[in-house]
């Protein structure tokens, strides 16, 4: 990785990190409890493969 693309990454990643939280107050308050339990709803109630459990 040259120098200008670490240099970059790092910019982007403090400007991400500065934007977060009001980024994440304001899409929490267009949020839909109703909506998402009604996608919740759709998911099937199995139990996780092997590979995918805890």
């Known amino acids: 990785m ?3 693309r670490l240099v970059a990454s790092a ?3 403090q400007v991400s990190a500065m934007a977060g939280p009001g980024l994440l107050v304001a ?3 267009r ?3 109703a ?3 009604a996608a919740l709803g759709q998911v099937a109630d199995i ?3 092997e590979r ?3």
Request: glycine letters at 10%; charged letters at 50%; hydrophobic letters at 35%.
């Open 27 to 29: 899409r929490a308050a």
């Open 11 to 13: 910019l982007a990643e």
């Open 35 to 37: 909506k998402f339990e």
């Open 31 to 33: 949020g839909d409890r």
């Open 2 to 4: 040259t120098v200008g």
């Open 52 to 54: 995918d459990r805890l």
């Open 47 to 49: 139990e996780p493969e």
